[in-house]
């Protein structure tokens, strides 16, 4: 949605890692060029830890662009808490391998016949491992173990590894790992966007897509937004997403620091809903929203909640008309047969109830605009959806 309204030629923000919005901090450039000497070695490991979201998937993704598949053949692997046995076969089905059964030994020919043929064929080959603290201690050492297949005195495996800060940790001090930690022949972790990095990263990212300057960037708010996210790329690009489609709901020409806190203040209240079961979630007011945010929330359901605030706000605007048109007759009743003292009164609670009802309306104006802004999430983030 918003990407039409602003006149963008794609969604800048999205969280899916896409190439061609690499954007090179300081860490990740340091990064591809341990990449770049590690691949030049042809053999044992290569290690890129950072924390959730610091761009890890994305670093891999412009990797893959800069590669020659004519000359590297690459198997990827996303890892769950898979134990060796596990881990053969996921590595061979990643190569395209088919094992029958779920014989270990028959994995590990299978493999061991593909990395030959290739390497004969005058192509290397590279395992990128993603997630590596889910792996169990054995999996990591039978990881260590398929490096050892050779052609000769040719190594036939080249892995990366790519994980979050604790298997950092444990690579570092677990003494189990010792003799794949001889195997690493280079390593880095990727640091978050400082405070500049981040401005340079929102402005590269929207540049991308035909931003020029609609709409604007408010005062303070590049420097707010990195101390709202710690420069965490995934951080930034999820913020960034609410609160330009924020600011096409409401039409607006500049993104400023109060719809920042806004934003921020409704991705907060839906991380705490998300705490709670779904059972509950349907009793709370303000929970079917993040329903929608889950992916789970029937279109019959978002249909009742739209209709529901509709009609709660239909009968709050007449409620106002009806105390409006009561204090107009009230006073000018008060004229013939109310006190002045009298007439101050009633006007008083005149004004504070319709003062309370306009706060009401203020308040499901919000809700609704939060369901909004749920609902057009859930339809973006899964083309499938685009019908709807």
């Avoid at 893959?64 to 996303?78: F, G, K, N």
């Avoid at 059964?101 to 590279?126: P, T």
């Avoid at 005195?153 to 604790?166: A, I, K, N, V």
């Amino acid at each position: 949605m918003y990407d039409q309204y602003y006149g963008f030629s794609s969604r800048p923000f999205q969280l899916t890692p896409d190439p061609q919005f690499y954007f090179e901090s300081v860490s990740h450039k340091k990064a591809m060029s341990y990449l770049g000497y590690g691949l030049s070695q042809g053999e044992g490991f290569i290690v890129i830890t950072g924390e959730v979201g610091a761009g890890k998937s994305t670093l891999v993704a412009h990797l893959m662009e800069r590669i020659d598949p004519a000359a590297l053949t690459v198997a990827q692997v996303v890892t769950s808490a898979l134990d060796d046995d596990e881990l053969v076969h996921v590595v061979a089905q990643a190569f395209g391998l088919a094992v029958e059964g779920h014989d270990k030994a028959g994995a590990l020919g299978a493999i061991e016949r593909f990395l030959q043929d290739e390497a004969r064929a005058g192509r290397r080959c590279l395992l990128v491992v993603d997630e590596c603290q889910n792996l169990d201690l054995t999996a990591l050492e039978e990881l260590r173990m398929l490096s050892n297949f050779q052609l000769g005195s040719h190594p036939l495996l080249q892995s990366l590894l790519l994980g979050q800060p604790e298997f950092r940790r444990t690579l570092a001090h677990h003494p189990g790992l010792e003799q794949l930690r001889q195997r690493i022949i280079a390593s880095h972790h990727l640091e978050a966007l400082d405070e500049n990095e981040v401005e340079d990263y929102v402005r590269h990212r929207l540049g991308h897509v035909g931003w020029s300057g609609h709409p604007a960037l408010g005062e303070g708010l590049l420097e707010a937004l990195y101390r709202q996210t710690d420069g965490i790329p995934r951080r930034v690009n999820q913020v960034m997403n609410r609160l330009l489609l924020l600011g096409a709901i409401e039409e607006r020409g500049e993104l400023t620091q109060t719809m920042l806190g806004e934003v921020v203040t409704e991705m907060s209240a839906d991380q705490t809903r998300g705490t709670h079961r779904r059972g509950d979630l349907r009793e709370a007011p303000a929970a079917s929203p993040n329903a929608l945010a889950e992916g789970s929330l029937p279109a019959a359901e978002v249909a009742a909640l739209l209709a529901g605030r509709d009609a709660r706000t239909a009968g709050l605007e007449a409620a106002i008309s009806e105390l409006q048109a009561a204090g107009i007759g009230q006073r000018a009743e008060g004229d013939e047969a109310l006190s002045p003292e009298d007439a101050r009164l009633a006007e008083a609670r005149f004004a504070a109830e319709l003062e309370r009802i306009e706060a009401r309306l203020e308040q499901q104006e919000q809700s609704f605009r939060h369901v909004l802004a749920m609902l057009i999430e859930w339809l973006e983030e899964d083309p499938s959806r685009e019908a709807a």
